[in-house]
């Protein structure tokens, strides 16, 4: 086979596995950007019911509060690792009675409520948790899981 058509073939493969893992991943964004997809899991019932009667239910659902917003990568990064850690625990682990947030997701979740809440807190320490030691939810705990978030 000459070099050339060797060529065009990788190439050719090259960008129908880049148009694959696009379709890819703009179809699991699609399947999983609505909080209704959360809801499909028994164990976030409590915490969907929560929600759904929260102040933030028609501005925010789960994906706003708990992916990380900085950009398409990081978010389907978050989305992705997630989604791994939710299915390990709901499928291959006795799940704990209520969830707990990891500590990467701790910071996830605290930076946007920094961009949602911004002019609220930016003169405060809230802004950088790492220098003042507290989450938003360190203290509204109950924001927007009543009181099903447990309390740190």
């Given amino acids: 086979m000459e070099a050339g058509k060797k060529v065009r073939i990788v190439i050719l493969a090259i960008g129908f596995l880049l148009l ?5 991943t703009a ?5 999983t950007g609505n909080s209704a997809f959360c809801a499909s899991c028994h164990i976030m019932d409590n915490y969907m019911s929560s929600w759904e009667h929260s102040s933030h239910r028609e501005i925010a659902g789960c994906n706003d509060c708990h992916t990380d917003q900085r950009n398409l990568l990081t978010k389907t990064w978050s989305k992705v690792k997630a989604g791994t850690l939710h299915g390990y625990v709901n499928y291959l682990t006795d799940h704990p ?3 707990e947030l990891y500590d990467s997701s701790r910071d996830i979740v605290q930076a946007n409520c920094v961009s949602c809440h911004s002019d609220l807190i930016f003169k405060t320490s809230l802004a950088n948790p790492s220098i003042g030691g507290k989450y938003c939810f360190d203290c509204h705990s109950s924001v927007p899981h009543d009181t099903y978030r447990p309390r740190y």
């Fill in 97 to 99: 009675d209520y969830l």
């Fill in 20 to 24: 694959a893992a696009g379709a890819g």
């Fill in 27 to 31: 179809t699991m964004h699609s399947v």
